[in-house]
Each structure stands twice: as structure tokens, then as C-alpha cells.
Nanobody, 127 residues
Framework: QVQLVESGGGLVQAGGSLRLSCTAS????????MGWFRQAPGKEREFVSA????????DYADSARGRFAISRDNAKNTVYLQMDSLSPEDTGVYYC????????????????????WGQGTQVTVSS
């Protein structure tokens, strides 16, 4: 059974930084793309960033590009999301997710393209 456990959320002032972590267990980590999504109150879950199995390919939502950085350490079965220059619009629950396989050309952007999800970690950015 695959399990994903996120950590690193919290309360931060606008302009600050947070680093989210997600540790996976249950199957060979490097074989699967990983993604980060977020969900603000009253809104649908939205794509933030994704990384391919061995980390060669990364992609970001327009709102995250230039401020966030996704990375992974396959020796630790962990994916990270470094978030800088945070704004109140970044507030929400952040979820890591494991894709149904690896990806090579087209970024998996949609919720249904991910098979397993973590429980989420709250990020709150105050103005």
C-alpha cells in the first residue's frame, strides 16, 4: 500500500518562504512522477508543480513559476517543494501526489492522473 506523508506547512508572512516535504513508501519511488497540488477554501484542487521519476523534467503552474522549486531525492523517497516570495494567494492545503507512472513529454496536470495522495499540509500566508 502506497503512503504519502507531507510535512513543512505552517503560518508565514507575505514574502516569506516554506519548504514542503513528502515522503513516500510502498513502491519503487523513482519509477513514478510526483506532483504538488493545492486547494484553497471553496476552490477546486489545482496543479502547482510536477517532477518526473528521476527528476530530469519539472513543470510549474504559471502562479508558481519563478517562485517555487520542486525537487526529489530518490534515495530518501522524498519530494520537496521550496516556496519563496509567498503571498496570501498561496494559502491553502498542499497535497503531494504520486502519478500512475513516469512522464516524459506531457506533464500530468490533472487530479485523475495521480493515483495516490497525501493527507495534505496547511499553508497560511498572512498579509
Amino acid at each position: 500500500q502506497v503512503q504519502l506523508v507531507e510535512s513543512g506547512g505552517g503560518l508565514v508572512q507575505a514574502g516569506g518562504s516554506l519548504r514542503l516535504s513528502c515522503t513516500a513508501s510502498g513502491r519503487t519511488f523513482r519509477l513514478y512522477g510526483m506532483g504538488w497540488f493545492r486547494q484553497a477554501p471553496g476552490k477546486e484542487r489545482e496543479f502547482v508543480s510536477a517532477i518526473s521519476g528521476i527528476g530530469i523534467r519539472t513543470d510549474y503552474a504559471d502562479s508558481a513559476r519563478g517562485r517555487f522549486a520542486i525537487s526529489r531525492d530518490n534515495a530518501k523517497n522524498t519530494v520537496y517543494l521550496q516556496m519563496d516570495s509567498l503571498s496570501p494567494e498561496d494559502t491553502g492545503v498542499y497535497y503531494c501526489a504520486q502519478a500512475r507512472g513516469d512522464w516524459h513529454t506531457r506533464t500530468p496536470l490533472l487530479v485523475h492522473e495521480y493515483e495516490y495522495w497525501g493527507q495534505g499540509t496547511q499553508v497560511t500566508v498572512s498579509s
